[in-house]
């Protein structure tokens, strides 16, 4: 007898759907997926921007993770729809609900960041208390949720001729486990972004006790190119280029610094991308036309190959905003812009304009090309450099095992390698392990710092070389590959002291992969490990605790007395601490390496180690007074 039949079978309407695959509709449900939530609601007073009618957004974080974001736009319209329903009920309950549907540009939006009507309802779903309230034409509608159900609906008359939309709400703790906390600096970071990409639209930014911000921008994307570079060597001036044309808008700022990366930020209705046909469009025009341009001025020789669009990247600091009615995503998550307009309105933008600005701006294409081809240059001298590692590649093999003891499974996406530094950590990791699954990679000393070193000297460094062949990446056309068959772990795991030297390595660890091999990243392959800082011990019973506020937390939580201690470091901790607080799966803290957070160590350690002293002077000047100095 089948144990599968008809009473199996259920249909999950909108808000419990949501409810019970979150990440489907928002991407996660750690601290990130907050943040979206957050900006789901904060988008839809962006498209009131967009559309011509709020000039400003007011967003405030309560110290209880009450979150109230307010704009003075149209308001949501309210009464009864054609089936008696309320309508603001609607908007915010019902999937596909909203007047982001209609592509004539005629009524309701022109062009919007959310077009499937479902983001306000997944912040309403997954929030433990909601509260819209819109006003319009001297009258106002509220409106009190939990969790996705209505509590209450009210209509009213109010003075004056005020107009807007204000949604409070909590996040659903049992939805968000790792927290409901914001982080302010990347909301604050993604409030910015918003600012320079909706110029003279103002931001008013208050987060708990923090003093009120206002946060604008009247030259847009022009200023974000400033910011992004405003620690770095300019090579070229910015070019910036924008057109509106059948309601598909574009804007293109982009400058070349002395970096060995590049930077991309892309947006559609002002919602960020990774990737997407608009850079796809942007890529192809940049490349034709520098081709073209050095083609015809002898920058290139006649046996010179064409520059490729890997080298021309080397440097490169783009803002790239597209503005269309109705974009087509690879998800709900709005990551990947599908679009095919798009690829075609970039392309012939860029493939004009860019020609007009090598022909007015002779120094700065000569600047692009020479960085081509020092890329160039760079990428074969890396080639040559593994093709001499390949040849000792006997050597190679016979030191590595001195520094990696590896897992014996062969299923290695079940395989995961800790980063260690030190003989004494490195110890007390492989005693700890699980031999099966678990790999230890000892380094010996701190990692290169690679931020302003090409690759073929990189290799040279035994660390990085090392790495490279233990993780299972190949060195090609001198590129660092990622072949996700040939990739030996399923999880790289950076394992250091909760200390100044700890962070350092971190930092250096995280440059490199960010610098040379981001698709690791990118793909969710990059952990770090998070060691407690104290031990709770009460009898027999231990309580780990990883900073200063898990431990004020744990103080409250309990009355009984325990002695404390500061953990020691990883070399120093007996193998069944390493094992419950580093390497138990159960018991351990990872937290998950983001593209967002290696840029942002990039970033800082530039400032810091760069050629320029105005940033390094300011960060002292800043953070002077967090110093602990014994006199």
Same mark, same amino acid.
């Given at each position: 007898?089948?144990?599968?039949?008809?009473?199996?079978?259920?249909?999950?309407?909108?808000?419990?759907?949501?409810?019970?695959?979150?990440?489907?509709?928002?991407?996660?449900?750690?601290?990130?997926?907050?943040?979206?939530?957050?900006?789901?609601?904060?988008?839809?007073?962006?498209?009131?921007?967009?559309?011509?009618?709020?000039?400003?957004?007011s967003i405030t974080v309560g110290t209880d993770g009450t979150i109230t974001i307010s704009d003075n736009g149209r308001g949501v319209p309210f009464g009864k729809a054609e089936d008696g329903s309320e309508t603001l009920v609607n908007v915010y309950t019902k999937l596909h609900t909203g007047a982001k549907f209609d592509n004539s540009g005629k009524t309701g939006y022109n062009t919007s960041g959310g077009m499937n009507g479902v983001g306000a309802k997944a912040t309403n779903a997954l929030s433990v208390s909601f509260t819209v309230t819109s006003m319009r034409e001297s009258r106002q509608a509220i409106a009190k949720f939990s969790r996705?159900?209505?509590?209450?609906?009210?209509?009213?008359?109010?003075?004056?001729?005020?107009?807007?939309?204000?949604?409070?709400?909590?996040?659903?703790?049992?939805?968000?486990?790792?927290?409901?906390?914001?982080?302010?600096?990347?909301?604050?970071?993604?409030?910015?972004?918003?600012?320079?990409?909706?110029?003279?639209?103002v931001f008013n930014f208050k987060f708990e006790d923090k003093p009120e911000e206002v946060i604008t921008s009247q030259n847009g994307i022009k200023d974000y190119i400033n910011d992004l570079n405003k620690d770095k060597t300019k090579l070229t001036s910015v070019f910036y280029t924008e057109n509106m044309e059948d309601r598909i808008g574009v804007k293109i700022?982009?400058?070349?610094?002395?970096?060995?990366?590049?930077?991309?930020?892309?947006?559609?209705?002002?919602?960020?991308?990774?990737?997407?046909?608009?850079?796809?469009?942007?890529?192809?025009?940049?490349?034709?036309?520098?081709?073209?341009?050095?083609?015809?001025?002898?920058?290139?020789?006649? &046996?010179?190959? @064409?520059?490729?669009?890997?080298? $021309?990247?080397?440097? /490169?600091?783009?803002?790239?905003?597209?503005? *269309?009615? !109705?974009?087509?995503?690879?998800?709900?998550?709005?990551?990947?812009?599908?679009?095919?307009?798009?690829?075609?309105?970039?392309?012939r933008l860029v493939s004009k304009e860019i020609k007009v600005w090598l022909e007015m701006n002779p120094k700065d294409a000569k600047a692009i090309v020479d960085k081509?081809?020092?890329?160039?240059?760079?990428?074969?001298?890396?080639?040559?450099?593994?093709?001499?590692?390949?040849?000792?590649?006997?050597?190679?093999?016979?030191?590595?095992?001195?520094?990696?003891?590896?897992?014996?499974?062969?299923?290695?996406?079940?395989?995961?390698?800790?980063?260690?530094e030190g003989k004494s950590a490195a110890g007390s990791t492989k005693e700890a392990r699980d031999?099966?699954?678990?790999?230890?990679?000892?380094?010996?000393? &701190?990692?290169? @710092?690679?931020?302003?070193?090409? $690759?073929?000297?990189? /290799?040279?460094?035994?660390?990085?070389?090392? *790495?490279? !062949?233990?993780?299972?990446?190949?060195?090609?056309d001198g590129k660092v590959i990622l072949d996700e068959a040939k990739l030996r772990y399923g999880k790289i795991i950076i394992t250091a002291d909760a200390d100044v030297d700890g962070s350092h390595i971190r930092i250096l660890f995280l440059t490199f992969i960010w610098k040379f091999c981001p698709e690791l990243i990118e793909k969710g392959y990059i952990y770090a490990a998070v060691p407690p800082l104290y031990k709770a011990t009460m009898g027999t019973q231990i309580k780990y605790l990883k900073d200063d506020a898990e431990l004020e937390a744990f103080r409250r939580s309990t009355s009984k007395k325990f002695d404390l201690g500061r953990m020691k470091g990883l070399g120093e901790m007996d193998p069944d601490e390493m094992a419950e607080t580093v390497m138990s799966a159960e018991t351990r803290t990872l937290k998950q390496i983001t593209m967002e957070d290696a840029a942002a160590v990039a970033n800082v350690f530039m400032s810091l180690m760069g050629e320029s002293v105005t940033p390094r002077k300011k960060f002292i000047e800043d953070n002077a007074w967090r110093a602990n100095i014994d006199v």
């Amino acid at each position: 007898m089948l144990d599968y039949g008809v009473k199996d079978i259920k249909t999950l309407e909108g808000i419990e759907a949501i409810r019970l695959r979150p990440g489907m509709y928002i991407g996660s449900t750690g601290p990130e997926g907050v943040r979206h939530i957050t900006l789901e609601i904060i988008s839809n007073a962006v498209d009131e921007y967009l559309n011509g009618h709020c000039t400003t957004c007011s967003i405030t974080v309560g110290t209880d993770g009450t979150i109230t974001i307010s704009d003075n736009g149209r308001g949501v319209p309210f009464g009864k729809a054609e089936d008696g329903s309320e309508t603001l009920v609607n908007v915010y309950t019902k999937l596909h609900t909203g007047a982001k549907f209609d592509n004539s540009g005629k009524t309701g939006y022109n062009t919007s960041g959310g077009m499937n009507g479902v983001g306000a309802k997944a912040t309403n779903a997954l929030s433990v208390s909601f509260t819209v309230t819109s006003m319009r034409e001297s009258r106002q509608a509220i409106a009190k949720f939990s969790r996705g159900e209505l509590l209450s609906y009210t209509e009213n008359t109010i003075r004056g001729i005020a107009s807007g939309t204000c949604v409070s709400f909590k996040p659903d703790a049992d939805i968000f486990k790792e927290g409901i906390s914001l982080d302010y600096n990347a909301l604050r970071k993604q409030i910015q972004e918003l600012a320079y990409l909706s110029p003279g639209l103002v931001f008013n930014f208050k987060f708990e006790d923090k003093p009120e911000e206002v946060i604008t921008s009247q030259n847009g994307i022009k200023d974000y190119i400033n910011d992004l570079n405003k620690d770095k060597t300019k090579l070229t001036s910015v070019f910036y280029t924008e057109n509106m044309e059948d309601r598909i808008g574009v804007k293109i700022a982009m400058q070349y610094n002395d970096s060995y990366t590049d930077s991309y930020k892309l947006y559609t209705n002002s919602i960020p991308n990774s990737a997407g046909t608009h850079l796809t469009g942007f890529r192809t025009a940049l490349t034709t036309t520098i081709n073209d341009y050095a083609r015809d001025n002898k920058l290139l020789k006649d &046996k010179d190959a @064409n520059i490729s669009g890997e080298e $021309l990247k080397e440097g /490169l600091v783009l803002v790239l905003s597209f503005i *269309m009615p !109705d974009p087509v995503f690879s998800g709900q998550t709005k990551d990947v812009l599908s679009s095919s307009e798009a690829r075609t309105a970039v392309q012939r933008l860029v493939s004009k304009e860019i020609k007009v600005w090598l022909e007015m701006n002779p120094k700065d294409a000569k600047a692009i090309v020479d960085k081509a081809l020092l890329a160039r240059a760079a990428r074969e001298k890396a080639k040559k450099a593994k093709e001499t590692v390949r040849k000792a590649d006997t050597k190679r093999r016979i030191l590595l095992p001195d520094v990696l003891a590896d897992a014996n499974s062969k299923e290695r996406h079940l395989c995961e390698v800790f980063l260690v530094e030190g003989k004494s950590a490195a110890g007390s990791t492989k005693e700890a392990r699980d031999r099966n699954t678990q790999a230890v990679f000892a380094l010996r000393g &701190k990692i290169l @710092n690679v931020l302003k070193t090409d $690759l073929h000297k990189a /290799l040279q460094n035994k660390e990085i070389s090392g *790495m490279i !062949d233990a993780f299972g990446l190949e060195v090609k056309d001198g590129k660092v590959i990622l072949d996700e068959a040939k990739l030996r772990y399923g999880k790289i795991i950076i394992t250091a002291d909760a200390d100044v030297d700890g962070s350092h390595i971190r930092i250096l660890f995280l440059t490199f992969i960010w610098k040379f091999c981001p698709e690791l990243i990118e793909k969710g392959y990059i952990y770090a490990a998070v060691p407690p800082l104290y031990k709770a011990t009460m009898g027999t019973q231990i309580k780990y605790l990883k900073d200063d506020a898990e431990l004020e937390a744990f103080r409250r939580s309990t009355s009984k007395k325990f002695d404390l201690g500061r953990m020691k470091g990883l070399g120093e901790m007996d193998p069944d601490e390493m094992a419950e607080t580093v390497m138990s799966a159960e018991t351990r803290t990872l937290k998950q390496i983001t593209m967002e957070d290696a840029a942002a160590v990039a970033n800082v350690f530039m400032s810091l180690m760069g050629e320029s002293v105005t940033p390094r002077k300011k960060f002292i000047e800043d953070n002077a007074w967090r110093a602990n100095i014994d006199v």
